[in-house]
């Protein structure tokens, strides 16, 4: 956990980081004020740490233990095992096994699809918007990024009804009944549409900014859209690109409403899993630490390997939405 | 081992449909001629993105709309005017939805607007900034389903010892009323010691689930705050020090007013994140207890309790909600970048 903490990193603006404010006068006044505000932030940080550990913690405790005494005595009488993940895992035969596993890769298939389909399409909207011409352009961008505002629950049963019904006026079907009731395709085209607003705003925004003399340039050599897309503005946008990705994976990845209701029992990702174990297993608490534990892992492997992209999307998407 | 193998098959499958139907569309309209090409490939970059949006999520929003105004029976769909409004006004559990949902968006974004400030302000160039803004970002990258379970862990009642907010109130021997027995039921109840707050009032427990809404949320408030406030001319701080402002001074009469635009900003992100909020009340209490806030209430109703027009009332007020804050931060933001402008 590096540079990304130095906000600098995240507005990816060198200037800043040289001129961090420690002017030499000031360090008298600063000093006065310094102990109150230390504290505040190393409390703060404080507060923030003892969930996590008290999690982490308990993952590791024996079942007798968790139900019997707090995380805390850990550190009186410290007691070590992997026997929760490993049930619901669902490796051995530990009693009440839960095979969580199959709803991590549950997760992997529903999420690296879902990034790509969104990703690629709303690349190709994005290029449209910023280097094609054609009537109506600015109105229909608008539009689109107008609907970044629509809240989930307001579309999602007609969508969910599409999947399962088709779409028909009166007898007659405009969409057919494509019987893909809690198919796993159906989580990639839901993800795919909710997403789409953020993503065509955040990389048309970056495309746009692209130096319109190597799009002359490009003209000139006779390329066509699609090689000016391929060979062009894609390399030069891996940026944006990437930021997208990474904001698009961990958002997706943690989605819980989206799993719980397209993915039925068989395909839900490891979240809705997660929260229904918590709701039906209500005494089984040794359990949720690990499944929780399990659940987060990826999205902390993919911002500790990948930070600086994912807060550069997070500042992008934050300051410009 | 062959789950892994359907799993790399199943996403093989989405890849490979993606590259199919775009070289497809493509070559399609490489054989048009010159003056038709242009306006052809302009349809082909955009048909996929706009077809998603247009079937996925604007007409299902008209549909929704639509429903809201119908009654509950998915066969007859009778118009009824506004009367499923009328019901989440009128009745006690609907209102303390509606105020539930406010008490979110406001208590949630007040908190993390102040404690990010706070952090961006006092945590600049400390020893361990660092490791204090990770440790305020770690929540970010956890689900909020994931945050709801790790904070089951601090509110748990008995008869499970796990809960550490019962053994606070234990060990500091607070009297039996404010939970000094450690057998209080933090996520059922929804007053504490000698108060209960009226039916449509929000009760402790609420307050509870704002909490992690706010550990979750404030990480990412400060990431940007922080970045706003190093961003702030050094020449403007000096200045200000020159004419003789102490360091509150300065940062109240010109850190403050010059990340304006960012600050209504991240208000508006989190106000909009409150509305939505389901994933933190869906893994502890599930809406019940009284913590039900419009976005749960509308899983509730239209899954469990198969009401399809209230449901849709319920998500059609949620949008309407949002509306305003929008308008109002699109606005603010004009008037900074005229301000900047000028």
């Not at chain 1, 102990?35 to 008290?54: D, H």
């Not at chain 1, 596993?101 to 690296?112: A, C, D, E, K, P």
């Not at chain 1, 719980?260 to 068989?266: A, I, L």
């Not at chain 2, 929000?202 to 990480?219: E, H, M, Q």
Request: positive net charge; aromatic residues 12%; proline residues 4%.
């Amino acid at each position: 956990m590096t540079d990304v903490l130095n906000p600098a990193a995240g507005t990816a603006s060198k200037a800043d980081s040289s001129k961090r404010r420690e002017p030499v006068g000031t360090s008298l006044s600063k000093a006065s004020t310094g102990r109150i505000g230390r504290t505040i932030a190393y409390v703060l940080g404080a507060l923030w740490l003892i969930p996590n550990l008290g999690l982490v913690i308990s993952s590791f405790r024996p079942e007798k233990a968790v139900k019997t005494t707090g995380w805390w005595t850990i550190f009186q009488r410290p007691q070590f095992t992997l026997d929760n993940y490993k049930s619901v895992w669902g490796i051995g035969n530990v009693k009440g096994s839960d095979n969580l596993g199959h709803f991590f890769l549950n997760s992997l298939r529903i999420t690296i699809p879902s990034v790509a389909i969104s990703v690629g399409v709303a690349a190709l909207a994005a290029y449209a918007f910023s280097w094609m011409k054609f009537k109506g352009r600015d109105w229909l961008f608008t539009t689109v990024v107008a609907m970044l505002i629509i809240p989930l629950q307001v579309a999602l049963i007609p969508l969910l009804r599409l999947f399962t019904g088709g779409a028909h006026i009166g007898s007659f079907t405009i969409f057919p009944d494509l019987n893909l009731k809690n198919s796993i395709v159906t989580i990639w085209i839901a993800h795919t549409c909710f997403g789409m607003p953020f993503c065509i705003f955040l990389l048309r925004n970056f495309m746009a900014g692209l130096p319109r003399e190597v799009m002359e340039a490009g003209k000139v050599d006779g390329a066509g859209h699609l090689t000016m897309f391929r060979k062009v503005v894609m390399p030069l946008s891996v940026p944006a690109i990437a930021s997208v990705t990474i904001y698009q994976f961990v958002y997706i990845y943690n989605d819980l409403l989206i799993g719980r209701v397209f993915g039925g029992s068989k395909n839900a990702p490891i979240i809705a899993k997660l929260v229904d174990v918590a709701g039906t297993r209500g005494q089984s608490w040794h359990l949720l630490t690990a499944a929780a534990i399990i659940s987060m892992i990826t999205p902390l492997v993919v911002f500790f390997a990948l930070q600086k992209h994912f807060v550069r999307g997070l500042l992008a998407g934050a300051v410009k939405g | 081992m062959k789950d892994i193998w359907s799993t790399l098959q199943t996403i093989g499958i989405g890849l490979g449909a993606l590259a199919v139907t775009l070289i497809v569309m493509y070559g399609l309209t490489v054989k048009l001629p010159g003056r038709w090409r242009e306006r052809a490939q302009a349809v082909v970059f955009l048909f996929p993105s706009i077809f998603a949006l247009f079937a996925g999520l604007f007409v299902p929003a008209l549909k929704t709309i639509y429903a809201s105004f119908r009654d509950d029976d998915v066969r007859s769909t009778k118009y009824i005017g506004l009367k499923n409004f009328r019901e989440i006004f009128t009745s006690k559990d609907g209102r303390l939805v509606v105020i539930t949902t406010f008490t979110w968006v406001i208590v949630g974004t007040i908190a993390i607007v102040i404690l990010a400030l706070t952090v961006a302000r006092f945590a600049d160039a400390i020893r361990g900034e660092r490791i204090v803004k990770s440790l305020l970002f770690i929540p970010t990258c956890v689900s909020l389903a994931g945050a709801g379970i790790i904070w089951k862990f601090v509110y748990a009642s008995p008869p499970t010892k796990v809960g550490l907010l019962s053994a606070i109130t234990k060990g500091a021997r607070l009297p039996t009323s404010l939970g000094g027995d450690g057998q209080y039921l933090w996520l059922s109840e929804r007053g504490l010691g000698g108060i209960t707050p009226p039916a449509t009032a929000p009760g402790l427990n609420t307050f509870l689930l704002i909490i992690i809404f706010i550990w979750a949320g404030t990480g990412v408030a400060t990431m940007i705050l922080s970045a706003a406030v190093k961003g702030v001319p050094e020449s403007l701080i000096e200045a200000a020090k020159i004419d003789g402002a102490t360091d509150r001074q300065a940062f109240y009469k010109v850190t403050l007013p010059y990340i304006r635009s960012t600050i209504v900003t991240v208000a508006t992100l989190t106000v909009v994140g409150a509305f939505k909020t389901y994933d933190i009340i869906a893994a502890t209490t599930g809406g019940n207890a009284g913590t039900s806030n419009i976005a749960t209430e509308w899983y509730t109703k239209f899954f469990l309790q198969d009401r399809e027009g209230y449901s849709s009332a319920l998500a059609v007020l949620m949008f309407v909600f949002v509306i305003p804050f929008v308008v109002l931060n699109r606005r603010a933001q004009r008037r900074a970048e005229e301000m900047m402008a000028g």
